[in-house]
């Protein structure tokens, strides 16, 4: 189980808050990076300091796979 995330609704969900904009855009940059290289790109909103990312496999049928759960363990460890 991912720490943090929430499950529901076939999607992991996690909200990041930062300090301000700066740093959330920050954390997003990194983020795009990682999940280019993963080949797996999140579906994400961000307002000011906070960022709201959504993981779900769209060519499993909008399931939660095991590509969701290690992008997921991935952006933890950058936040």
Excluded: C
Aim: overall charge negative.
């Amino acid at each position: 189980m991912i720490t943090m995330w929430k499950e529901e609704d076939n999607v992991l969900t996690r909200t990041f808050t930062f300090d301000d904009f700066i740093a959330a855009f920050s954390f997003m940059t990194k983020v795009a990076i990682l999940a280019e290289k993963m080949n797996h790109h999140p579906e994400w909103s961000n307002v000011y300091n906070r960022v709201i990312i959504k993981l779900t496999t769209h060519d499993a049928g909008n399931q939660i796979t095991e590509k969701d759960r290690k992008l997921a363990q991935a952006i933890d460890q950058i936040a």
